[in-house]
């Protein structure tokens, strides 16, 4: 505004100066004796022309600066709003990662819940597993005592020893009892916590423990046996035949009890 004002003024001051120039030319034709007046009237006029055209440089100076400093503003403007984009896109960006990690933790916890459900019902199937095999090992143990047991009630014929339950079969006798002890030279038998029967051992004698081929140091104490065997003629000792033995059966303790689930009481082997 102050720029156009500035041109107005620098016209109005070239208008003014053809006015006076003109009225020169008027009042040279017309009259000498003016002179004065118009030359008067000539440097006022150039004095305000001058002064417009100062007016005007100033007016112009003006608008440059206001010109400068809008450039300024509006570049510091387009780099605020840059900085502003930059701004934006970096929190878009972190707002996304954060995202993609909350996914990540969520996936690895339900992976990690699966895992543990999987570890549990596979702890809880071997421990049923384990307690089956506990009552199956309990179930033979107690029909191997009831096998003993009525084994040892069948009638046997008197040994050549003391109160030794026997049965006479031609030359080879038979006797159900407990093991007092066992090498390879000799086995030590009882009945009802009483020595009863000492039988040689030799290598021809054949020994089993729990079905299974063995040897008399196989054998242990409290095991109980049917042996068959023959009087020596000549030492009058009874040689063993044929040893079957049966391990003593040992109580074995319940396994853990699952969630939810209270603890069998072990059964003992009945005697």
């Known amino acids: 505004m102050r720029f156009r004002a500035g041109w107005l003024m620098a016209g109005a001051a070239a208008l003014t100066l053809g006015t006076a120039c003109e009225e020169r030319d008027r009042g040279t034709q017309g009259q000498a004796s003016g002179q004065s007046t118009v030359n008067d009237q000539l440097a006022q006029a150039q004095q305000r ?64 819940r699966q895992e543990a459900q999987q570890a549990q019902q596979e702890a809880q199937q071997a421990q049923r597993q384990q307690s089956e095999r506990l009552a199956q090992q309990n179930q033979q143990a107690r029909q191997q005592t009831e096998q003993l047991r009525q084994q040892s009630q069948q009638p046997v014929a008197v040994a050549p020893a003391p109160q030794a339950q026997q049965q006479q079969q031609g030359t080879e006798q038979q006797i159900v009892g407990e093991v007092l002890s066992a090498n390879d030279d000799e ?60 391990s003593q059966v040992q109580p074995t303790a319940p396994a853990a009890p699952e969630s939810g689930q209270s603890t069998p009481g072990s059964q003992q082997p009945t005697q």
Not at 76 to 87: P, V
Not at 97 to 111: C, N, Y
Not at 196 to 219: C, E, F, H, K, Y
Not at 220 to 238: C, I
């Open 49 to 112: 022309t001058e002064s417009a055209f100062g007016s005007a440089r100033q007016a112009q100076e003006q608008a440059s600066k206001q010109q400068e400093q809008a450039a300024s503003a509006q570049k510091e403007l387009h780099e605020k709003q840059q900085a502003y984009q930059e701004a934006q896109a970096q929190a878009h960006t972190a707002s996304q990662e954060a995202q993609q990690a909350q996914q990540r933790a969520q996936q690895q916890a339900q992976q990690a």
């Open 187 to 246: 086995l030590l038998l009882s009945s009802q916590g009483e020595p009863q029967l000492r039988l040689q051992m030799s290598p021809q004698t054949q020994v089993t423990v729990d079905g299974r081929q063995a040897s008399a140091g196989d054998i242990q104490e409290g095991s109980q046996v049917r042996a068959s065997y023959r009087t020596d003629e000549q030492s009058g000792e009874p040689q063993a035949v044929r040893i079957e033995a049966t």
